[in-house]
């Protein structure tokens, strides 16, 4: 079932982005106890995820959790860039692909910074779905290249990632077209949230969880699946989320006047989910940090000298850990997940 978050009507679990009040949706599970079974991709949460008997290829992996000490901190990395497009939108993607296969939907519309667009490619390519992906003059080259390599129509915008989204919305509307953007599709989220649930199993409830925050797809996934396992009775407390943000482009921390583009997949200034992210950071008691272009650049450095090979987008994260842990705001001995992302091997500029 789906759910309004503003007026609680509810609806049947077709593919929808939103209610007829123009609030957001989240899928509503039947509240079962947590049974991971079998495989060891996203298959093994299969009781708890909102998908029929089309079972589209390939299936997100479990991606591995690699343990460093930062400062007094425990940093938990969970290296979501490892998925088969590069990023942790996989997971959503994968979700989403199954639902359009079940409904028979074989023509989509979708806005992207990259990365969901690419992944949205990739597995719409074996699924037979056609991709016209919306994206910015601005998007990376190498990322525009490989998104019409995997068969998509690339439509370029000029304008901000807001006026893209309109650009979007209004060309599936025109066309009568499928809108699958993945800032208000609730199944989107659903694929996320299995972060959590892998998180978990890998490690249990760590007590901060750090996500680059732009559209809110990431926190709102650790969020609702941490959520779950707490209603499944499996844990007593969620973590403490950090929505971190790029500066300049800040929803839920204080706008800044300097803009940190390095951070792209978060540059997303107004997004339409912002009350339920509100949500989140409110129930888990969390917080917001804001980084900038040099803090980001910083944390990048770190990050590929201990091996990482992220997109700047990713190393967000840890700049806000640190910032946190310097304000004091993050006390030694705490443990702290931090998501990474994107890969940087889709990029040959600026990493
Ligand atoms: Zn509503």
């Known amino acids: 079932m789906l759910r ?9 679990e077709t593919f929808r982005l939103t209610c007829d009040c123009g609030g957001t949706l989240l899928v509503e599970g039947p509240g079962a106890g947590f049974t991971p079974f079998g495989h060891l991709d996203m298959r093994r949460y299969l009781a708890h995820l909102p998908i029929g008997s089309l079972v589209p290829v390939p299936v997100p992996g479990i ?9 007094r901190v425990r940093a938990i990395f969970k290296l979501e860039y490892l998925h088969p497009s590069g990023s942790f939108k996989d997971r959503g993607t994968w979700v989403t692909v199954a639902k359009l296969l079940g409904e028979g939907i074989d023509e989509v519309v979708l806005d992207s910074s990259g990365n969901a667009a690419l992944s949205f490619a990739l597995y719409a390519l074996p699924a037979g779905i056609k991709l016209h992906a919306f994206i910015s003059y601005d998007a990376r080259r190498e990322k525009v290249l490989l998104l019409q390599k995997l068969g998509a129509i690339v439509h370029y915008v000029e304008g901000d990632r807001t006026v893209i989204h309109e650009r979007a919305r209004e060309y599936a509307e025109e066309k009568g077209l499928t809108y699958v953007t993945h800032w ?30 732009g559209s809110g797809t990431l926190l709102l996934g650790l969020w609702k699946g941490f959520r779950e396992l707490k209603e499944m009775g499996e844990i007593a407390e969620l973590p403490r989320l950090v929505a971190v943000q790029a500066s300049g482009y800040e929803s839920l921390c204080e706008r800044s006047p300097f803009t940190n583009s390095l951070a792209d997949g978060i540059a997303i200034p107004r997004p339409p989910r912002l009350d339920d992210m509100r949500r989140a950071l409110r129930e888990t008691n969390g917080m917001c940090v804001s980084v900038s272009r040099s803090e980001t650049e910083g944390a990048l450095s770190w990050l590929k000298r201990a091996g990482f090979l992220v997109e700047p987008t990713s190393a967000v994260a840890l700049a806000g850990l640190w910032k946190l842990i310097e304000t004091g705001e993050i006390p030694d001995g705490s443990s702290a997940l931090l998501p990474l992302t994107g890969s940087g091997l889709k990029l040959t500029e600026g990493i």
């Open 184 to 213: 208000l599709n609730p199944y989107f989220i659903e694929g996320t949230k299995t972060i959590a649930f892998e998180v978990f199993e890998q490690f249990g409830v760590p007590d901060y969880a750090f996500a680059p925050t």
């Open 63 to 71: 991606t591995p959790i690699s343990e460093i000490e930062v400062g």
């Open 4 to 12: 309004c978050s503003r007026c609680g009507r509810t609806y049947p």
